[in-house]
């Protein structure tokens, strides 16, 4: 059983920053691409930010020069800083990975984290 557990959501003033964390399960052994999504109330669920296992990012015009993407291949775990936080920043905000082999040769082509809450008050 594939996993991708996040933290790091909370509630935080506009102006202010979080950091979001993904972990994949253990028998995991490579991740292709890591990303992060969310989805706002009444609103379809979007790309923020997608890193590759080279390194290689891509961000939202949204959040361009304001959330930073990281990854520890080692940890197979995905990082979200996100700075300067607005209140449309709110939403919940989802773990998303592509590629992944795992420790028992087996392949997924995509997983998903249960999301983690993030509001921006103004």
């Known amino acids: 059983q594939v996993q991708l557990v996040e933290s790091g959501g909370g509630l935080v003033q506009a102006g202010g920053s979080l950091r979001l964390s993904c972990a994949a399960s253990?028998?995991?052994?490579?991740?292709?691409?890591m990303a992060w999504y969310r989805q706002a109330p009444g609103k379809q669920r979007e790309l923020v930010a997608r890193i590759f296992r080279g390194g290689a990012t891509t961000y939202a015009d949204s959040v361009k020069g304001r959330f930073t993407i990281s990854r520890d291949n080692a940890k197979n775990t995905v990082y979200l800083q996100m700075d300067t936080l607005k209140p449309e920043d709110t939403a919940v905000y989802y773990c998303?990975?592509?590629?992944?082999?795992?420790?028992?040769?087996?392949?997924?082509?995509?997983?998903w984290g249960q999301g983690t809450l993030v509001t921006v008050s103004s």
């Open positions: 998303n990975a592509q590629d992944l082999v795992a420790i028992s040769t087996s392949r997924y082509l995509e997983v």
């Open positions: 253990e028998n995991i052994y490579s991740i292709n691409t």
